[in-house]
């Protein structure tokens, strides 16, 4: 799966553990295995040579030993917020369990998913983030009619975006006068609608009638 | 732009467009070129692949697209019905006499990756053989793109006073015989 679809957190420790003292996060290891079956070889050999060195090392953790009739062996630790972490050691040898022990003692109870960075900005773009009109300029040329006044919507819209009006934007205005008013259902200029609101295109709230050249050249200009 | 909310800059960002390419007189295979370009939206900054950031392409006059040499006659397209004997072979121009958007449409689809999102951008393609767009379509057009190929002049769209004063290098004696 994505990192989107699976659980993450941000980096933390256990109630700030190591800015006082530290404490060892992992409270029980329970040694579960079996004293006769072949897949159990690598436990009781650890058992027989390295548990107890392992124990006398780390006295704030306890250490369980319980041979039981099962198939595979397992090492259960457990850690001081609650977590329980059960570790199969089916046909493992020795050093790979102290390894894995080892590595289980040194975790803190917290789950192993992906870590997020804190990172937070109040400026995300500088430039301004890239929309579809961005860099298109306003074709001039005569196209059919039902696209004038999107283009003419789209010349006040970029008059609206560059608030400080540097771009000349419409050099001439159309040469068909078009009087139709632009459909607001429209979802392209739905969008622009949601978006406007912040920038007063229009001194007034009625709706765009592109009707006279007059109008876009004030804007414009 | 910054002091919008953030779904409204989101919404603005990947709102999808509606471009028009006019097919009169152009190489087919030019088109498609630019037709796939934008229905996969590598036309954008924010592209990915994933991220389904395509627009839609209105092409009119695929009828009238141009093919340069001879490939009218000498292009073949084939396909097969999966029945014994069931081989087909057409040349470009049976092909375009039965259906004129074929042509258009199997060059965008082999320009198109060949992965699942194909078979979506093809649906954002719409065709027309003639210059009759629906209403619905027209409303959404937001950008006629430039047409690839200039389309020279005919001798008989210049005017008289225009081949008149073309430059001419000699002028041939009236009993000349041109060979």
Redesign the interface.
Known sequence: MTSRGTPSRFLKSVLQNGVGRYVCQIKRISLVFSKDAQTSLGAREFIEDKVVDFAKQNPGIVVYVTPQRCRIPKIIAEYLNGTVKEEPINSKTSEEITQLIKKLSSQSGLEVIRIRKPIHTD???IQ?????FTN?PP?L?L??A??VN?LTV?CLIRAG?SSSSESHVCGASPTRAVERVP?LQ???LV?LN??LP?HSYSKTTEPIVVSSAPIVNAHCT | ????TKA??Q???F?R?WY?IDAKMQPPGKIATMCAIRLQGKH???YHALSDCGDHVVVMNTRHIAFSGNKWEQKVYSSHTGYPGGFKQMTAAQLHQKDPTAIIKLAVYGMLPRNLSRRTMMQRLQLFPDDVIP?EI???????LPQPRNVPRRLNEYTQEEIEAFPSLWTPPEDFKMK
């Not at chain 1, 301004?128 to 579809?132: K, L, S, T």
């Not at chain 2, 027209?138 to 006629?144: D, V």
């Open positions: 400026s995300p773009s301004g983030q890239w929309h579809p298109r074709s040329r196209v059919s039902p696209l999107l789209m975006f459909d429209h979802p392209l969008v949601v978006l912040h | 732009m910054s002091s919008f409204a800059q919404w603005a960002t709102a467009s028009l954008k900054p924010i209403e027209l409303n959404n057009l937001t950008e006629e």
